[in-house]
C-alpha cells in the first residue's frame, strides 16, 4: 500500500517512465525556466505550456502533459518562487497526491541540479522522499475492493542528473520518515471499535519487534499495582481497559545515556464522559489518540533511520466512556505521583492520562521530556490548523522544538505559563481541579500538567488543530495529518551523537 522511493542518477535524455514528475520555479520576470537535459518530447511538451500560459511555476500548481515515446505523461508541480526545502517538499506532496490519482504503478521525480545547489543535496533529497508518499497517502484498507481498480501508486524513483552519497542518504532520511507518517496516519484514521487501547499496545508490541525495542505494556491490572490511578479513573467507563505502552530505543554504547522522553496522548475514543460532548462531529474523537500516533510514528521512524540518541516513548491509552462504572463530575481521584485531583470535567480526560505519564518518567532521569496531546479545542481557537502550541519550563527545548519544527514544516507557537494561571486551577477539596474554566484553556491544561514535572527539561505540544483535517488539501487527502512525526525526527536528529 506504501510508496518505496528510490533513488538514482541518470542520463536524462535517456529516462524512460510512465510519469516524470518536474518540479518548476516560478520566476519574477517572464516565463519559468526549464530544467536542461531533457528529452526534446518532453523540453518540447513544456516549452507549449509556458507558451499558453498554463505552466507558470506558481505554488500547488499541478499540470498533466503528454509527451511520447518513452516518456507518455509529464507531471509538473510549482515551488512557487522560493526554492527552499519546505517549497520542495510542498511540490513533492502535491505531486504524490495527483500521481496516486492518474494510475499509474510508478513515477519517476526529477531534482534538478539547480535545486540541489540551493536546497542543499541531502535536505532535498529529504524533502521529496517525506513529500511523495505524504501526499500519495490514502485510507482504502476498510473499503470493499472495487471491481476494475486503478492500479496503485506504489514505486517512485527520484532521479538526478548526478550522482550523489548526499541525496542518497537525504532520501534513506526522508524514507524513514515517511514511513513513521504512515505508521501514524494508520493509527489515527482507524475507528475506535478497531482502535482500541488493547489494538494501540498490540501495534506498538508489533513495531518494537520488527526493530527490535525493548517494550514492556501495562494492563488494567499492572496498572492498579503500579497506582497509575489517574488513568484507571478515565479508562474504568469502558469496556476497552486502558494500557501504558513503554518503549525503548537505545543505539549501541548509549544504553545509560540519559533519554529524551516522548509521551503521546492515547484516548481512543472521547465522548467526554459524563460531561458528555456534542453530538455534532463526534466522530473526529477517533482522532484523539493522535498523540500516541505521533510517538510510535516516531519509533517507526527510529528504527529504520536509527539515529545516535537515546529515546523512551510512553503512551498512556483509554477510552473515554459512559457507563455505570464511569468516573463522575466531582470525584476526586488520586494519581502517580500522589497528587489528588477534582475532576470538575469529565471531558478534561487528557491531562489526567499524562499526568500519570509524566509522573512515570522521572525513572528515567530524562535529558528532556516532550509530551504531546490532542489536549484542548481552546488551541483550535487560538492557532487554527495553521501551527501546535507548545509551552513548558524549559526555554532551550521549546526553542529546539521550534527550530525542528520549523526545519519540518510543523509549526508550534509558544503560549505562556506564567504563575498567574495557576490560580485557575485550584480545587477547594483536592490539590488541583481537572479544568480551569474557558478562559485561557489551553494554558490552564498544561499548568496542570506541570504540576507532575519533577526533575526534568520539559515540554507540551498541543495538536488539538493540526491532528486532522476536515477538508481536503493541496497536500493530502481529508483526515489525518500524522502531525509531530516530522518535528520529532528533525528534533532527534539535531540530537544525535
Ligand atoms: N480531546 C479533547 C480536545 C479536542 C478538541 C481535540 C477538539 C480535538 C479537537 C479534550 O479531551 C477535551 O475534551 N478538552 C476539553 C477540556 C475542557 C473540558 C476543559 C475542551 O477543550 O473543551
Ligand atoms: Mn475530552
Ligand atoms: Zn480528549
Redesign the pocket.
Known sequence: MSLVITHRSADLAQLVTPLLIVPILKTEAGPPTLPPSLSSEVAVALQRAVVTGDLTGARDEAILLHADGSIPRVLTVGLGDKMTTASLRRAAMVAGKRARTIGVSSATFLIPEAILTSVGAARAGQAVAEGLPFGAWQFIALKRPADNPKPLFTDCTIVTPSESADVASGVTRGAGVAAGQEVARHLQVLPANNCTPAYLAERATELASRHGFRISVLDRAALEREGMLAILAVGQGSHNEPRFIELEYAPEGMEDAPPIVLIGKG?TF?T?GI?I?PAQSME??K??MSGAAAVLGAFEMLGRVRPGVRVIGLVPSAE?MISSKAYRPGDVVGSHFGKTIEVL?T????RLLLADALSWARRFHPAAVVDCA?????V?IGLGHTASAVLGTDPELIHALQVAGEASGERLWELPLWDEYRELIKSDIADMKN???RPA?TIT?AWFLGEFVEGFPWAHVDI??T?YTDRELPTQVKGPTGVLVRCFAEYLFARSR
Open positions: 484516548v472521547d467526554g460531561s460532548k473526529e474523537m482522532y484523539d473515554n470535567n471531558d478534561a480526560e487528557g490532542t489536549l484542548t479545542g481552546a483550535v479544568t480551569g474554566g484553556g491544561a488539538a488543530g491532528a
